[in-house]
């Protein structure tokens, strides 16, 4: 079963940054993509980024410009978010991306609360 460990969550104020990271049990070159998801309260879990393993990003409009999506190693991807605003607070979680879609499997994600 693939495993996913979320980290780097926290409490930021509006127009601040934080930076999550995410550990798979598997490699990129497997998964072939790898990307971020969220889901905030009450809302279904949606699609923030993706990058591949020859590290071509894909990012969804409402995080395009703010949030950078990078590889750290074979296992490990990284967002980073900048310009947070109230509607960026949610669970964030990584996953397998592109067309094979998401693993079953999830991790326990990490909480970014966006509040003044």
């Known amino acids: 079963q693939v ?8 409490l930021v104020q509006p127009g601040g940054s934080l930076r999550l990271s995410c550990a798979a049990s598997i490699s990129i070159f497997t998964m072939r993509i790898m ?6 309260p009450g809302k279904q879990r949606e699609f ?7 590290d071509n990003a894909y990012y969804a409009d409402s995080v395009k410009g703010r949030f950078t999506i990078s590889r750290d190693s074979a ?6 978010m900048n310009m947070l605003n109230t509607e960026d607070t949610a669970v ?6 592109g067309g094979a879609g998401p693993y079953d499997s999830w991790g326990q994600g990490t ?3 966006v509040s003044s």
């Open 3 to 10: 495993q996913f460990v979320e980290s780097g969550g926290g």
């Open 35 to 40: 990307g971020w998801y969220r889901q905030a």
């Open 48 to 54: 923030l980024a993706s990058i591949t393993s020859t």
């Open 75 to 80: 296992n490990t991807v990284t967002l980073q």
């Open 92 to 97: 964030y979680y990584c996953n397998r991306a």
């Open 111 to 113: 909480r970014v609360t």
